[in-house]
């Protein structure tokens, strides 16, 4: 009777357990979390490259004119034009470059020719007639008062091109083609033009 009872009390025990481990992801599973993560990072990043590149590539070829130093057209340097103060100036490429008065109304592109002033104005006038669909005026021309020789051409009220060398037998040029906003009225900035053509060195 005393051992039948012992070994039922003895069955009847629980097994000892100890505490519970939590569960650990196994070194696949999270190995694949972290390729996730990075790939979202490398999204996120690549987003805000994409927005934010453009202005920064934009601001490092512009900036404000001094008035003073002079922007140089084209690698030997050999021609320049010191930009009126204030004015936005764009590179545009080695040789040529963009400026604008600080109110956007003018534009003008400033580039260097190999050919004498009349050469290069003749080169240049008829393509910008066609695109705007106007008749060009009469040839002018002039000594500025930085003592160089300019001939330029009304295309439209709004749009002169000019050609500025040494002397009217120089064998090299700057052309500057200039543009005013329709809104505004041209003869306001006809000052401006000469001083742009005056900061011109061939």
């Not at 070994?7 to 519970?20: F, H, K, L």
């Not at 084209?74 to 320049?80: E, L, R």
């Not at 003008?108 to 006038?125: D, I, N, Q």
């Amino acid at each position: 009777m005393g051992g039948g009872a012992k070994a039922s009390m003895t069955d009847a025990a629980p097994a000892a357990t100890g505490p519970a481990r939590p569960l650990r992801p196994s070194p696949g599973w999270a190995m694949g979390v972290a390729i996730v993560g990075a790939l979202l990072v490398a999204a996120v990043v690549a987003v805000g490259a994409l927005i934010a590149v453009p202005p920064s590539v934009a601001n490092l070829a512009s900036s404000t004119s001094d008035g003073v130093a002079a922007e140089p057209l084209g690698a030997d340097a050999g021609a320049a034009v010191v930009v009126p103060a204030g004015w936005i100036v764009v590179r545009e490429s080695e040789e040529e470059i963009l400026v604008r008065t600080p109110d956007a109304a003018l534009e003008a592109r400033v580039r260097p020719a190999s050919v004498p002033a009349e050469e290069a104005l003749a080169a240049a006038v008829p393509g910008i007639a066609d695109e705007i669909g106007a008749a060009p005026g009469a040839e002018r021309r002039e000594i500025l008062a930085s003592g160089t020789f300019a001939v330029h051409v009304d295309v439209d009220p709004s749009v002169t091109v000019a050609a500025v060398a040494a002397s009217a037998e120089a064998r090299e040029s700057v052309v500057v083609e200039t543009r005013i906003r329709d809104d505004v009225d041209p003869a306001r900035y006809r000052a401006a033009l000469a001083q742009l053509l005056d900061g011109v060195r061939p």
